[in-house]
């Protein structure tokens, strides 16, 4: 069992930055892939990134490559997102998910791949 709790998000003008956290419980973190999905009001929710249980293999959203950066410490049992650059089309629901099951280019972009997710933390950002 995991439980995931994400922290971080608030209101920021186009532009700026912002950095989430999640912090995971449970021994087992370390052999779980951790991933940052993203909803906004009225629309699905949508893949950002991901990262592999070693931390050595991410694949990210078109929409942020090059502005985002997901980092995992499996010491600590967290995962963070940095996000420059930010525009207002990033506002949403920013939700923490984890998996045990194997990434692959195929499929790590299915909500149905995450075993656990968190309670979400708001991100907006303004014009």
Known sequence: QVQLVESGGG???AGGSLRLSCAAS????SRYGM???RQAPGKERQFVVVI????GVTYYGDSVKGRFTISRDNAKNT?????NSLKPEDTGIYY???T???LASSNYYYTALYNYWGQGTQ?????
């Open 52 to 55: 592999n249980w070693t931390g």
């Open 123 to 127: 991100v907006t950002v303004s014009s």
């Open 35 to 37: 991933a940052w999905f």
């Open 96 to 98: 923490c998910a984890a």
């Open 26 to 29: 449970g021994r087992t973190f």
């Open 100 to 102: 045990n099951g194997r």
């Open 11 to 13: 209101l920021v003008q």
């Open 79 to 83: 995962v963070s997102l940095q996000m």
